[in-house]
């Protein structure tokens, strides 16, 4: 059983289209959140969401828009797609909400614009 | 502003050589100390949480150790299996951030 999965594994695609990662969990989890990974490896969280509330919005470029239908589920949309967006893009989920719950990832997006 | 940095950034052991991973912070109103363990091509996985200075917690061979501005993950005899690279994270009620990570390389 997968606990937090994704889809597509790999994405690639042009500058100027629009995209979607979907993310589900089964944990039973109330807060999930989106993470870019770059080249150098850095996390950086994007968004995070409590029980369908957006609760955490870094400063993230409007072009990405994250919706959630239900707790288990989390998309990413991202509009108008730019050369600096390749990176690899993580799911997670934890318990609690905030930042102090050790969180579960799924296995990540890559995702590559050319 | 709130930073947590690793080191070093990469480490080459032989197998059965003990070592130590280093996490520095500066986070403000600090809530928890993360430490995880990133294969390649796959998510992070949890390994610990640490939530005050002089705590510690162990898995097998880790152990990880907490003061207020760092954070040691001890490997002791590691096995090839244990190559990976190690996250450090520290949160506060605002924000998580990461260090860039450990790579460790366990020859055998």
């Known amino acids: 059983d997968t606990a937090v999965s994704q889809t597509p594994k790999y994405l690639v695609t042009q500058m100027g289209n629009d995209k979607s990662i979907k993310c589900e969990q089964n944990?039973?989890?109330?807060?999930m959140y989106w993470y870019k990974q770059d080249s150098k490896k850095f996390l950086k969280i994007m968004f995070s969401?409590?029980?369908?509330?957006?609760?955490i919005n870094e400063t993230v470029p409007n072009r990405f828009s994250p919706k959630s239908p239900d707790k288990a589920h989390l998309n990413l949309h991202i509009n108008s797609l730019e050369l600096g967006d390749s990176a690899v893009y993580f799911c997670?989920?934890?318990?609690?909400?905030?930042?102090?719950?050790?969180?579960?990832f799924g296995p990540g997006t890559r995702l590559t614009v050319t | 502003e709130d930073q947590v940095t690793q080191s070093p950034e990469a480490l080459r052991l032989q197998e059965g050589e003990s070592s130590s991973l280093n996490c520095s912070y500066t986070?403000?109103?600090?809530?928890?100390l993360f430490w995880y363990r990133q294969d390649p091509g796959k998510g992070p996985e949890f390994l610990f949480t640490?939530?005050?200075a002089g705590e510690e917690k162990e898995k097998e061979r880790l152990k990880a150790t907490l003061t207020k501005k760092e954070s040691f993950l001890h490997i002791t005899a590691p096995k090839p299996e244990d190559s990976a690279t190690y996250l450090c994270?520290?949160?506060?009620?605002?924000?998580?951030?990461f260090g860039a990570g450990t790579t460790v390389t366990v020859r055998a």
């Open positions: 997670a989920s934890s318990q609690e909400a905030g930042l102090a719950g050790e969180q579960y």
């Open positions: 944990l039973g989890h109330d807060t």
């Open positions: 969401y409590n029980n369908k509330e957006l609760i």
């Open positions: 986070v403000s109103g600090l809530r928890g």
């Open positions: 640490l939530y005050s």
């Open positions: 994270a520290g949160s506060n009620d605002y924000k998580l951030s």
